[in-house]
């Protein structure tokens, strides 16, 4: 699985400034761009294309002051490049790879067996997650249910009942996620009550 990365407004900002001087053509090479990565990860047999799609935006946002000064040429050329290494990590982590004979044997952890987040976060998390729209919370939960091939079908699926693009749901779930993450900074900020 790629790492967690956070793509920061300013980033995409430089990211779309580098991509054209025009904030409208930069938006449509970005979405052409975008679209070009999930078809690489696709021919390339990743099942998660959309997940290593967005790695791939994330790894180069994070270079882009750079890549801005020092890179000549095509942006998209670059793009492909950090997305070849991508394909080439996944291959090397499916060798690495063991399947569950039962996948109804996995069980999700309790939130005191995960050592990475401690129970004031999980409950931030769920405070946070009943606080959103009805109609938020239940496309949330649902664009988050599937993985690998599974999950961009799924996405498939609930972009056309919306009469929308794939890209423009992805647009949405990110407003919505970024609404989450900001209630449960403010959350995990609050000081704990006595």
Known sequence: MPKQRDLTKPNFDELLLWLDPDRDQAAL??????????KIF????????????????????????????KYVGNP??????????????EQRRAKLH????????????APNAAPDYTAEEYN???????????EDRRKMCSYYLKQGQ?????????????GISTGTLRVRMYRIREKLMKCIE???AKPPQQ
């Open 42 to 69: 696709t021919w390339r047999g990743c099942s998660n294309a959309e997940d290593l799609a967005d790695e791939t935006v994330d790894r180069v946002a994070e270079k882009v002051k750079d890549l801005r000064i």
């Open 124 to 134: 931030c998390f769920d405070r946070c997650l009943e606080q959103l729209d009805p």
């Open 29 to 38: 090479k970005y979405a052409e761009l975008y679209r070009s990565l999930i």
């Open 98 to 109: 063991v399947a569950w004979e039962d996948e109804d044997e996995i069980a999700i952890p």
């Open 150 to 162: 599974a999950k961009i079908d799924h996405h498939r699926a609930m972009a056309e009942s919306f």
């Open 76 to 89: 998209a050329i670059y793009f492909h490049s950090v997305a070849n290494r991508i394909v080439k990590e």
């Open 186 to 188: 403010d959350c995990l």
